[in-house]
């Protein structure tokens, strides 16, 4: 079983940045690959970013691609997003997950074993 929590959300004007952090229980969090998500009111939950167990390979939707970054420290058991030059349509719930496959990069949500509670995140124009 594993635990994951979220935290770093906030309200912040466009253009700012934010790093989310979600820290896991368990002593075996290299062998889960990792995902961040996201859902706006009345919109599907969508992929972000996702990282391999060992941290050398990730994996980004177009919409971040180049403004977002996911980064990981197995010896604190703790994923990372850098959220950079944020914008209005960057607002959401943001989740993060855990696959048990280090080296998956999947994008779709039915392939995650654990999801935490999310961070909300806000960026007003």
């Known amino acids: 079983q594993v635990q994951l929590v979220e935290s770093g959300g906030g309200l912040v004007q466009a253009g700012a940045s934010l790093r989310l952090s979600c820290a896991a229980s368990?002593?075996?969090?290299?062998?889960?690959?990792m995902g961040w998500f996201r859902q706006a009111p009345g919109k599907e939950r969508e992929f972000v970013a996702a990282i391999s167990g060992s941290g050398r390979r990730t994996n980004y939707a177009d919409s971040v691609k180049g403004r977002f970054t996911i980064s990981r420290d197995n010896a604190k058991n703790t994923v990372y997003l850098q959220m950079n030059s944020l914008k209005p349509e960057d607002t959401a719930v943001y989740y993060c997950?855990?696959?048990?496959?280090?080296?998956?990069?999947?994008?779709?949500?039915?392939?995650?074993?654990?999801w935490g509670q999310g961070t909300q995140v806000t960026v007003s124009s």
């Open positions: 368990g002593r075996t969090f290299s062998s889960y690959a």
């Open positions: 997950a855990a696959e048990f496959a280090p080296s998956a990069l999947t994008i779709r949500t039915s392939e995650y074993d654990y």
